[in-house]
T-cell receptor, first 114, second 114 residues
Framework: DGGITQSPKYLFRKEGQNVTLSCEQNLNHDAMYWYRQDPGQGLRLIYYSQIVNDFQKGDIAEGYSVSREKKESFPLTVTSAQKNPTAFYLC?????????????FGDGTRLSIL | QKEVEQNSGPLSVPEGAIASLNCTYSDRGSQSFFWYRQYSGKSPELIMFIYSNGDKEDGRFTAQLNKASQYVSLLIRDSQPSDSATYLCAVKAWNGGATNKLIFGTGTLLAVQP
């Protein structure tokens, strides 16, 4: 079945540690996105990528980094510079950046500080 | 700052009634509108999208768009307890061919009472 797989489901970060969240899709989608969701807030865009080897900062990129070496993979690293990393992280993909192409989400990763 | 506004709720309706969820947006250049359902602790799931003024129906769901009033709504007919969730409105604007980001509202919590 086609879909978006995020792992791990739960992740704990120690002080000063970098952690990487995995996102893999087998939908052959060109565009991929990372969002952060905090309780009572909407989704906020961290990074997005329209094609392989290209990505752009979203609205809250500070303290995060990404790579897009393969079409199907878009990992997110939460660095130690991100002082408030506790949130629900959602990866999404779409066929492209065009107006009417919806984004579909993976199951998410919950990140907490130890 | 482009904004998408939703009443946080909770919106409580009896089983079998029509639930009406509303969303307003600030950017007149917005072109595509999406409704997602998010169960507690889960990731958003696409319900419908609409980009032309008027109504679009899909089963028990109807999306309504009024671009002049900058207003989009979602009607759920014959509401069921299983419809109880947070409904996210998302808006995409056209910015001349550059990346068209999705802006999310904070969501409306719907509670369908048996």
């Amino acid at each position: 079945d086609g879909g978006i797989t995020q792992s791990p489901k739960y992740l704990f970060r120690k002080e000063g540690q970098n952690v990487t969240l995995s996102c893999e899709q087998n939908l052959n989608h060109d565009a991929m996105y990372w969002y952060r969701q905090d309780p009572g807030q909407g989704l906020r865009l961290i990074y997005y990528s329209q094609i392989v080897n290209d990505f752009q900062k979203g609205d809250i990129a500070e303290g995060y980094s990404v790579s897009r070496e393969k079409k199907e993979s878009f990992p997110l690293t939460v660095t130690s510079a991100q002082k408030n990393p506790t949130a629900f992280y959602l990866c999404a993909s779409s066929t492209g950046q065009f107006l009417n192409q919806p984004q579909h989400f993976g199951d998410g990763t919950r990140l907490s500080i130890l | 700052q482009k904004e998408v506004e939703q009443n946080s709720g909770p919106l409580s309706v009896p089983e079998g009634a029509i639930a009406s969820l509303n969303c307003t947006y600030s950017d007149r250049g917005s072109q595509s509108f999406f409704w997602y359902r998010q169960y507690s602790g889960k990731s958003p799931e696409l319900i419908m999208f609409i980009y032309s003024n008027g109504d679009k129906e899909d089963g028990r769901f109807t999306a309504q768009l009024n671009k002049a009033s900058q207003y989009v709504s979602l009607l759920i007919r014959d509401s069921q307890p299983s419809d109880s969730a947070t409904y996210l409105c998302a808006v995409k604007a056209w910015n001349g061919g550059a990346t068209n980001k999705l802006i999310f509202g904070t969501g409306t919590l719907l509670a369908v009472q048996p």
